[in-house]
């Protein structure tokens, strides 16, 4: 038996698997998140590893502990978890999500932008790690001043876990700091920041056995002290392991509240313009590929609540489920929506516009158009956003023969059939639901000896669902409406999306 915990934003969730994959148990505990300023987000540390112990004890409820053989871990990404000397927090940990870091950001790229593209694959983003420990150098000298060591969200639980500051090669691409091809810390980019390198864990790969679980933990988890902690993976990386991509060809495209496209890679090529993350895989001297778009599920949870009256609670749409009765509108409505198009840019854009400025649009309104009408272009626009992804990844040398769907918004049909219509490819969901907890377990079942390597593991433990294949007709039509999506906010829509921002924030 082997567990994957993830070490989520809103609450970590622990999982137990055997060695086919089927789910024995899981558990979770809650995160409480703050946000003591706007564009801030920070939590506790403490309160993840006190969330792990809560969802490991609803496992023990339900299954006998000392039969677990590997533990994988993965967590929220680019979180920078602040200790000092005695291995305790020194302040919050700064999250994925945090936007504070825009000056150091742009310090970074004048400094060192050619570097970081060259070695760390990547522009200087406000959300990744590297920038909040200048932040912090420039704004908390005193805290800055006790720093002895820097972690990612899940390797602070690792280190409560074994006593051992490590981390996998996925995760730390996105620090900023690594040599992604080499898949080690940079001395290059290291001494450009000037961040002492003993700050930094050590790197591993996915699969890697980082150290056992210790005496301390042991006795509070309820697990055999010894027990081997996978590397494990960031929750992309992860994910993508449990929903097997480990290998080129196959791309998954996840609808939650963002959509992420992503694609195994045998080598690393870094998008020139920045609008793909490369980065390392969870699968040992591998790569991928990662296309997001900000506002997928969420466009369509817009609409929604558009649709509600927030007095009387009245539904637009009817009574039921609002997502199945959008859903179902929009399938009544014809491919294109007769010449109805929306571009899902409702909090900005990272693909591929890395437009924080980018403002969504419905174009071609008319007295024709209906509920059912505005429900198909806000899933086609949100598919068509996807699309720029895979296109932008195939461009980097990827091919992609097939797409699993995974999210939220991949429990619609059709949604799904959508994706196929408009990648022109076949779309298939994978057999669970679960993401990267399940892939946080595989890793674990490696490292614990349940399976000799990652690809091995996927090929025991994945299953799909129905395979959706594109429609030829709508394949044709969509290729055209997809053709005026793209030109729309390239040729037309981005300097009025821009003067209207600089009007909000005057009147501000």
């Known amino acids: 038996m082997y567990l994957g915990i993830d070490v989520g934003t809103q609450g970590s969730r622990a999982i137990a698997i055997d060695e086919s994959g089927t ?64 291995e305790q927090v020194i302040r919050p940990a700064l999250l994925w999500n945090d936007q504070r870091t825009a000056v150091q950001t742009a310090a970074m790229q004048d400094l060192a932008g050619d570097q970081l593209m060259g070695i760390a694959l990547s522009p200087a983003i406000t959300g990744f790690q590297a920038p909040k420990i200048l932040w912090l150098r420039d704004n908390e000298p005193e805290n800055y001043a006790r720093i002895e060591s820097v972690l990612l969200p899940k390797d602070f639980v690792r280190l409560r876990m074994s006593g051992r500051r490590a981390t996998d090669a996925a995760d730390a691409s996105g620090v900023l700091l690594l040599d992604v091809a080499r898949r080690r810390w940079s001395d290059q980019l290291l001494d450009a920041f000037q961040i002492p390198a003993h700050w930094l864990p050590e790197v591993f790969e996915g699969p890697q056995d980082t150290g056992g679980i210790n005496a301390a933990a042991a006795a509070e988890l309820g697990l055999p002290e010894g027990t081997p902690i996978a590397a494990g993976g960031g929750d992309n990386s992860a994910a993508a392991i449990g929903t097997g991509i480990v290998r080129e060809g196959i791309v ?106 980018a403002r969504g649009a419905l174009v071609g309104v008319t007295l024709r158009h209906s509920v059912g009408h505005v429900a198909r272009a806000v899933i086609e626009g949100v598919t068509f956003a996807m699309a720029d992804c895979l296109h932008l990844i ?110 909000v924030r005057d009147d501000a």
Not at 70 to 86: A, I, K, R, Y
Not at 409 to 428: E, I, K, N, Y
């Open 252 to 357: 998954s495209a996840s609808i939650g509240t963002s959509g992420v496209v992503f694609a195994h890679a045998d080598r690393p090529v870094a998008d020139p313009g920045g609008r793909i993350h490369t980065m390392c895989h969870s699968v040992p001297d591998a790569f991928h590929y990662m296309g997001v778009i900000l506002s997928a599920g969420m466009s369509l949870r817009w609409l929604r609540d558009l649709l509600l009256d927030p007095a009387s609670g009245a539904r637009v749409v009817g009574e039921g489920d609002p997502y199945d009765l959008l859903t179902a509108a929009a399938a009544d409505a014809p491919p294109g929506a007769e010449g109805l198009v929306f571009l899902p840019y409702l909090t900005g854009e990272r693909t591929p516009h890395l437009d924080p400025d």
């Open 394 to 503: 195939s461009d980097l040398g990827v091919r992609a023969d097939r797409v699993i769907a995974t999210g939220g918004g991949a429990r619609s049909d059709f949604w799904v059939q959508t994706m196929a219509d408009v990648f022109g490819l076949p779309v298939q969901r994978t057999a669970s639901e679960e993401g990267p907890a399940f892939g946080a377990a595989i890793l674990g079942a490696v490292a614990g000896g349940g399976h000799s390597d990652v690809q091995t593991a996927v090929d025991a433990c994945v299953g799909y669902s129905e395979l959706f294949e594109p429609d030829t007709g709508r394949v044709e039509s969509y290729r055209d409406y997809y053709g005026v999506f793209r030109a729309l906010y390239r040729d037309h829509l981005r300097e009025p999306s821009h003067q209207l921002a600089a009007l």
């Open 23 to 86: 789910i024995l148990a899981s558990g979770s505990g809650e995160h409480a998140l703050s946000t003591p300023r706007p564009g801030w987000t920070e939590q506790d540390p403490e309160e993840w590893w006190r969330a792990v112990k809560l969802a490991v004890a609803e496992l023990g409820g339900k299954i006998d502990l000392r039969e677990v053989r590997g533990v994988g871990l993965t967590g929220q990404m680019h979180g920078s978890v602040f200790l000092d000397e005695g």
